[in-house]
């Protein structure tokens, strides 16, 4: 037992002692002020911090570091907490010090975009540099060669972004176009090209990506989960999953070509929509929904991003909602609400912060609606819908049934029009009474423009 101890003691007196000398041999603050100037060497980068601590299991610590990576679109500035570079211990015994993984941890990221073009101009110009070189133009597998730099050698594998926090803006306002939240990412095969003339022109890598939530005007996003790669000033996203409150959805594709000034990006987004949720209707009346929508935007602006697509709605029923309630009410009949209708395809683009619907119409066994319109972003609709119903189904306050058999068509059916406002959790609807009132101006009947006259009165 007393050999057992004998010999743990001194094994433990080794460790105590090359620790010691590890760190006599890479004194901290001195690997540390190598290690910032080797990587300030790359064009466009400028990296800072505080302290410097070495730990001879883990690695370097750069301790409250800040970085600035510069591009012609923009700048990326950079506060961490905590950027370790992790080492092998075999090189360490050697006397060599041998980054091969980067960690920041709960790095807040600011990209600061230029602003885009003035109205006429192109949307985007060439940021400059070339674009990237490619793996056979000068670029290594993340290593730095070693110098005079007393045993350091980069040679990374891997980069590690752990809860990090990410700002775009753009330049000269302080409104962040989107906010990334609790944002990890695992970068592997790392290409380093010295011989790129900005950051992104530098380094190649893919990975993957995770963050609790996407915050853009109007809109939050959640644990959205994909692939992630890096090269040629281009970031592009794989097979993003993310869900919004009305959606689960998905970016098949998406690409950010950081060679622009400002960056643009392109998009497809493909998912299902709870359309009873969207519009704050009862129940789960409304059939499956799935969107499919391809864009584009400059900058991190979300009103600069535009969009054309579909939205698939399946057959269904028609459910109770605030808005639908009005509406019958106006009608004098509740023949919609319940109805099953047809599935159909509607036409949506998105431009300036809105999403426009296309006119469209929904059909029942005994009645159609028809509706176009907007919904903006942040909550605000404008709906124009149409209800086309048999004449026997209608009763109209204020509005004698001469007036509405003379405007019924040869089939028995009747239109009545109506604007919604407000937002789908509180509508304000109207009765579009132009179509009366013309039959009043008409003559059809006497007393017609004085029962039309005295509902507007209420109005």
């Known amino acids: 037992m007393k050999t057992v101890l004998k010999s743990l003691g001194i094994i433990i007196l080794i460790v105590i002692l090359l620790v010691a000398f590890l760190i006599w041999r890479f004194d901290p603050e001195a690997l540390g002020a190598t290690v910032i100037n080797r990587l300030n060497q790359n064009e466009g980068i400028d990296i800072t911090a505080e302290s410097f601590a070495l730990s001879p299991l883990k690695g370097l610590e750069l301790q409250s570091a800040q970085a600035t990576l510069a591009q012609e679109s923009g700048t990326l500035n950079l506060e961490i907490d905590r950027l370790l570079l992790e080492h092998e211990i075999w090189p360490l015994l050697q006397g060599r010090f041998e980054v091969h993984q980067i960690v920041l941890e709960a790095p807040q990221i600011e990209l600061v975009s230029v602003p885009a073009p003035p109205d006429g101009e192109s949307e985007a110009t060439p940021a400059g540099g070339g674009g990237g070189k490619g793996e056979g133009d000068g670029a290594t597998s993340g290593t730095v060669e070693e110098t005079d730099s007393g045993g350091l050698v980069v040679d990374v594998q891997s980069l590690r972004i752990v809860d990090g926090r990410l700002v775009l803006r753009t330049e000269g306002s302080d409104q962040a176009g989107m906010e990334i939240v609790d944002l990890d990412v695992d970068f592997n095969d790392i290409v380093l090209d010295p011989s790129g003339s900005t950051p992104l022109e530098q380094i190649k890598a893919s990975g993957t990506l995770s963050a609790a939530e996407i915050r853009t005007e109007g809109v939050t996003a959640t644990d959205a989960r994909g692939g992630i790669s890096i090269g040629d000033s281009k970031?592009?996203?794989?097979?993003?999953?993310?869900?919004?409150?009305?959606?689960?959805?998905?970016?098949?594709?998406?690409?950010?070509?950081?060679?622009?000034?400002?960056?643009?990006?392109?998009?497809?987004?493909?998912?299902?929509?709870?359309?009873?949720?969207?519009?704050?209707?009862?129940?789960?009346?409304?059939?499956?929904?799935?969107?499919?929508?391809?864009?584009?935007g400059a900058g991190p602006d979300p009103n600069d991003f535009v969009a054309d697509g579909t939205l698939r709605l399946d057959s269904g029923t028609i459910p109770s909602s605030p808005w639908l309630a009005i509406v019958e009410k106006l009608l004098g009949a509740a023949f919609i609400n319940g109805a099953a209708y047809q599935g159909t395809d509607i036409g949506l683009s998105v431009a300036e912060g809105r999403l426009d619907i296309a006119p469209f119409e929904l059909t029942s066994e005994s009645f159609k609606l028809g509706s176009v319109g907007w919904v903006d972003m942040q909550g605000p609709i404008s709906l124009r819908l149409e209800v086309f119903a048999p004449r026997e189904l209608m009763s109209i306050g204020g509005v004698t049934g001469d007036v509405l058999n003379a405007l019924t068509d040869e089939n028995g059916w009747l239109t009545v029009s109506f604007d919604i406002g407000g937002t789908f959790d509180e509508p304000d609807v109207d009765l579009d009474w132009t179509v009366f009132e013309e039959a009043a101006k008409s003559g059809l009947k006497k007393g017609i423009k004085k029962g039309i006259g005295g509902l507007l009165k209420k109005d």
Do not use: C, R, W
């Open 235 to 296: 970031i592009a996203l794989s097979d993003l999953g993310l869900a919004t409150p009305n959606a689960q959805l998905s970016l098949p594709s998406f690409e950010a070509d950081f060679a622009a000034a400002p960056f643009t990006y392109k998009l497809e987004v493909a998912g299902s929509v709870d359309v009873n949720s969207m519009m704050n209707a009862t129940g789960d009346g409304f059939g499956p929904a799935s969107l499919a929508l391809q864009g584009s």
